[in-house]
């Protein structure tokens, strides 16, 4: 074999060598990637089977605690609400009025089941993402203020996030 020849075949076998790395780690984001949704940004194009993550306000009023474990509750963003189901110890913070993030699937029938739930850890704090979504809904005030009853009218005004 000549050295050009042998030149080649350690190049090409670099390129392949380093392509099925690339592969393999595009792959893995893919299967790693959660995406962000307000409900309604759900409601306007729902992810299709994809595990995401949803966040906004527990709906005053909507926490419902069913057999065992199992709770039941809506997300809203004071433009769109969504039902929540969720089977497991909740946050000691999770109330209704509070933020909340909560990841898992979109169901055929419209109500996400939950696999984890975050809430927020203090009266200052919301997650960035739940605070846009909120702002951009509209919602009045900052965390902590009064709970968002359904269907009930808000004037408009700054929301204050912590990092």
């Known amino acids: 074999m000549t050295r050009k020849r042998r030149r080649l075949m350690i190049l090409a076998l670099a ?40 966040g906004g306000l527990v709906e005053a009023g909507s926490l419902k605690r069913e057999g065992g474990m199992t709770v039941t509750f809506q997300v809203t963003d004071t433009a769109k609400s969504l039902p929540v189901t969720y089977t497991g110890i909740l946050p000691d913070l999770f109330r209704e009025g509070q933020g909340v993030v909560a990841e898992g699937k979109l169901g055929a029938d419209g109500v ?52």
């Open 112 to 163: 996400f089941a939950a696999t984890e739930l975050l809430a927020k850890h203090d009266e200052k704090y919301m997650p960035p993402d739940v605070a846009d979504a909120l702002k951009r809904a509209g919602h009045p005030g900052k965390p902590g203020d009064a709970p968002i009853a359904a269907g009930e009218e808000h004037q408009t005004s700054t929301l204050r996030t912590n990092p």
């Open 15 to 54: 390129l392949l060598g380093l392509g099925t790395a690339t592969a393999l780690t595009l792959s893995a984001f893919r299967d790693n990637i959660v995406f962000f949704y307000s409900p309604s940004d759900l409601a306007a194009k729902p992810p299709g089977g994809r595990t995401v993550r949803i």
